[in-house]
Every structure is written in C-alpha cells, then in structure tokens.
Nanobody, 132 residues
Framework: QVQLKESGGGSVRSGGSLQLACRIS????????VTWFRQRFGEERERVAS???????LYADPVKGRFTVSADNPKVAVYLQKSNLMPEDSGTYYC??????????????????????????WGQGTQVSVAS
C-alpha cells in the first residue's frame, strides 16, 4: 500500500522560506512521478512542481525561480524548497505520486506538469500560511 506524508508547513512572513518534505512508503513501480499541488480555500487544486525518476523537474510559472523540487530517490522522499514566499503561496500543499505512464510522460516531455487526475496516491496535505 502506497502512503505519502507531507511535513514542513507553517506560518512565515513575505520573503521567508520553508522546506516541505513528502515521505513515501510502499512504492514498487520502477518509474514514478511525484508532483506537488496546492489548494487555496475555495479554489481548485493547482499544480506546483513535478519530479520524475529520470530527474526531470517542472515548475508552474508562478513559482519558477522561487521553488525547487528535489529528491535523492523520488520513491522515498521528495522535497520542495520554497523561497521568497508571497501571500498568494498560502494554502494546503499536497504531494501525489503514481507510476510514470505513457500519458504522464507525454505531459513531461511537453513541459507540462501532469494534472491531478493522473495521480492515484495522495498525502493528507500540509498547511502553509504567508503573511504580508
């Protein structure tokens, strides 16, 4: 059974930094993609950043240059370093993972973060609040 658990959320002021961690257990697929999503109250879940077992990383435009996704082994733990945080970065951050399918790989090759519907396994989320 695949399980994910996020940690590292908290409250910071604008310009501050946080590092989120996503710890994964039970993943047995050879090739996977892990994606961070965030959801603000009353809004849809939006894509933030992805990393695959090939090492490919992708970022949503609003976080490019400020967020860095990394992993020693994307099947075990993935990190999201967030710098120069802004109030609009507030929300609940979720990590999700699944086998790297042909369809998912096509998104990555096109420079697109795979959508939430591509992922079966999700964490419970960690809350981030950025005050102005």
């Amino acid at each position: 059974q695949v399980q994910l658990k996020e940690s590292g959320g908290g409250s910071v002021r604008s310009g501050g930094s946080l590092q989120l961690a996503c710890r994964i257990s039970g993943m047995t697929y050879a090739s996977v993609c892990v994606t961070w999503f965030r959801q603000r109250f009353g809004e849809e879940r939006e894509r933030v950043a992805s990393i695959g077992t090939t090492g490919t990383t992708l970022y949503a435009d609003p976080v490019k240059g400020r967020f860095t996704v990394s992993a020693d082994n994307p099947k075990v733990a993935v990190y999201l370093q967030k710098s120069n945080l802004m109030p609009e970065d507030s929300g609940t951050y979720y990590c999700a993972t699944d086998r790297l399918t042909i369809g998912m790989n096509r998104h990555l090759e096109l420079g697109q973060i795979p959508p939430a519907t591509d992922f079966e396994f999700w964490g419970q989320g960690t809350q981030v609040s950025v005050a102005s």
